[in-house]
């Protein structure tokens, strides 16, 4: 491949416009993409995989390249992919081209952190809390791309029949490993425009994801709650497994998250399920209902830090004194999802974060103040279903180990 002057021109403007990593990097570049409409459809897979590369390994392409501007992180980023000097010419001035050839020879001695390609808070508080080889397997594992997982509806079509579907289409899936309603894609195929997506039969939703919708196990006449619902992912899922019986709510404190709930629920084709927003974890809604749940799922607000491998631009923007907040919001609103539990309903409390403090330390501290709930086994809820997936009493999936997002879940019962 030959590097084009306008490629690394349009690779350039949009690491400018995303490395002030003001909001989520995606949020960035779909703005970026919107200001910039005369790009085509391969200098944006281009853009965005670049992007991506340098959000990546932004550690150590500055460490080697000594580059903080956005014309230089992003020669080093293409060089990084795999680029020579050669491919790369045509593009770049004689005094880039001179940068480059010296950055190239730059043989650095890297710190861990800098290797592993993250913040040094954050390589450190991972050694405290796991092994060093579990440590350097997940750092290796977040630095790949994400697979592509589908989850099907089961409300409309067999796991067995839409890769079939799919395959007739030329795109390759294989059933994921450990959620029987889970498609793993090969690549990266444009799906918003498939048949069996614009029908509602198949949603994009990470193998992890499915499996906490297991562990709040709903059933079809009961009431439910998604209390953290944000694009209604798990919403779906929990709805088809109610056979689109019962009553299940969506609440989210935003609206834009919400609205994004609307179309999936629309191809859904479910008719149990009532979108709310709530204003606060305290909100009139929430008191309304309060002892009458049989089922809530609290996929709390958290660093996110499970989702590396999707979100990089995730271990640049958090730091100690923003889990610190989070924590504090975590307990706010376990407790106050956990009012809305009737005796001997079910509690689910979940993150896509690998760290204690939002984890086991939230679901510790309010096991301890609330006498009236009890830890249930997340490996017996999960063989109920079918699935064989033993991590523990608590469920705790990891990219490296799982194949899928880091999540946390812990599944408790209020006493009858």
């Known amino acids: 491949m030959t590097l084009r002057a306008s490629e690394l021109g349009a690779l350039t403007d949009a690491l400018a416009a995303v490395l002030p990593l003001t909001e989520p990097a995606d949020a960035l570049l779909y703005h970026f993409f919107r200001r910039h409409p005369k790009l085509g459809q391969r200098d944006r897979s281009f853009v965005a995989e670049h992007v991506f590369t340098t959000l990546r390994h932004l550690r150590s392409l500055t460490a080697q390249t000594g580059a903080t501007d956005a014309r230089k992180l992003a020669i080093g980023a293409v060089m990084r992919a795999g680029l020579s000097l050669r491919e790369i010419a045509g593009a770049i001035s004689p005094a880039e081209r001179e940068w480059a050839e010296n950055s190239k020879r730059h043989k650095p001695s890297l710190l861990p952190a800098e290797i592993a390609e993250l913040p040094d808070w954050l390589w450190q508080r991972l050694g405290e809390v796991m092994p060093a080889s579990e440590r350097d397997a997940l750092a290796k594992a977040w630095l790949a791309a994400a697979a592509l997982d589908l989850r099907i509806n089961p409300l409309m079509i067999k796991r067995d029949a839409a890769r079939e579907a799919l395959a007739a289409s030329g795109v390759l899936a294989e059933a994921t490993p450990h959620s029987p309603l889970g498609l793993r894609v090969a690549g990266r195929p444009a799906l918003q425009q498939h048949a069996l997506y614009t029908s509602g039969a198949i949603e994009v939703q990470d193998e992890g994801s499915q499996l906490l919708c297991f562990l709040v196990a709903p059933k079809r006449t009961e009431m439910v709650v998604d209390f953290c619902a944000g694009a209604g992912g798990k919403t779906l899922l929990l709805g088809a497994m109610m056979r689109s019986q019962g009553r299940l709510y969506a609440f989210d404190v935003s609206p834009r998250r919400l609205s994004r709930l609307k179309p999936r629920l629309a191809r859904s084709g479910l008719s149990n399920v009532q979108p709310t927003r709530i204003e606060h974890e305290r909100d009139a809604h929430?008191?309304?209902?309060?002892?009458?749940?049989?089922?809530?799922?609290?996929?709390?607000?958290?660093?996110?830090?499970?989702?590396?491998?999707?979100?990089?631009?995730?271990?640049?923007?958090?730091?100690?004194?923003?889990?610190?907040?989070?924590?504090?919001?975590?307990?706010?609103?376990?407790?106050?999802?956990?009012?809305?539990?009737?005796?001997?309903?079910?509690?689910?409390?979940?993150?896509?974060?690998?760290?204690?403090?939002?984890?086991?330390?939230?679901?510790?501290?309010?096991?301890?103040?609330?006498?009236?709930?009890?830890?249930?086994?997340?490996?017996?809820?999960?063989?109920?279903?079918?699935?064989?997936?033993?991590?523990?009493?608590?469920?705790?999936?990891?990219?490296?180990?799982?194949?899928?997002?880091?999540?946390?879940?812990?599944?408790?019962?209020?006493?009858?």
């Open 286 to 416: 929430v008191k309304r209902l309060a002892g009458k749940i049989d089922r809530v799922l609290v996929d709390a607000p958290c660093t996110g830090l499970g989702t590396l491998r999707r979100n990089p631009d995730l271990k640049w923007r958090q730091t100690p004194a923003t889990i610190a907040e989070l924590v504090v919001k975590q307990a706010k609103i376990l407790a106050s999802a956990a009012t809305l539990v009737k005796r001997g309903g079910r509690l689910v409390y979940a993150t896509c974060s690998v760290l204690p403090e939002e984890n086991e330390a939230i679901v510790d501290a309010f096991l301890a103040q609330q006498q009236d709930f009890e830890l249930r086994d997340a490996t017996v809820e999960l063989a109920r279903a079918g699935i064989a997936l033993d991590t523990g009493p608590l469920l705790r999936l990891l990219p490296h180990r799982h194949g899928c997002d880091g999540f946390f879940a812990a599944v408790m019962e209020r006493k009858p």
